[in-house]
């Protein structure tokens, strides 16, 4: 299973609605991208958590969903996390079967 999924705000609700137990946060950047997790492992309680767990994005391996989150971790505070501490996972859009 992932630790984290870079998603559309819009997956959010949809999951929500159909009884999911999901919790996101998002960061106004270049993107209009949110974040999707298991809130129930308590693990990741703000954007900063996100250093170095494993992230789904579409594209992936590509470097942009570590970058959208880098930039959040940062943003967040924590200043020291690298780029290739992240694991990635191409799941396409199926973010819900992280």
Same mark, same amino acid.
């Not at 137990?21 to 991208?33: I, K």
């Not at 780029?83 to 996972?89: A, D, Q, R, V």
């Given at each position: 299973?992932?630790d984290?999924a870079? *998603? =559309?705000?819009?997956h959010?609700? $949809?999951? !929500? ?7 996101? +946060?998002?960061r106004? /950047?270049? &993107? @209009?991208?949110?974040? /999707? ?5 308590? @693990?990741? $309680?703000?954007?900063? @958590?996100?250093?170095?767990? *494993? ?6 391996p590509?470097p942009?969903?570590? !970058?959208?989150? #880098? &930039?959040?971790?940062? !943003?967040?505070?924590?200043? @020291?996390?690298?780029? =290739?501490?992240?694991?990635? %996972? #191409?799941?396409? +859009?199926? %973010?819900?079967? !992280?």
């Amino acid at each position: 299973r992932l630790d984290v999924a870079v *998603t =559309e705000p819009l997956h959010l609700s $949809q999951d !929500a609605a159909m009884g999911k137990p999901v919790m996101g +946060f998002s960061r106004f /950047l270049h &993107t @209009d991208g949110g974040v /999707l997790y298991d809130a129930s492992k308590g @693990d990741i $309680q703000r954007p900063s @958590d996100m250093c170095g767990k *494993t992230i789904s994005y579409p594209g992936s391996p590509g470097p942009g969903g570590p !970058a959208i989150v #880098n &930039t959040m971790v940062k !943003a967040d505070g924590k200043l @020291d996390c690298d780029l =290739e501490s992240y694991g990635k %996972h #191409n799941g396409g +859009f199926f %973010h819900t079967d !992280a």
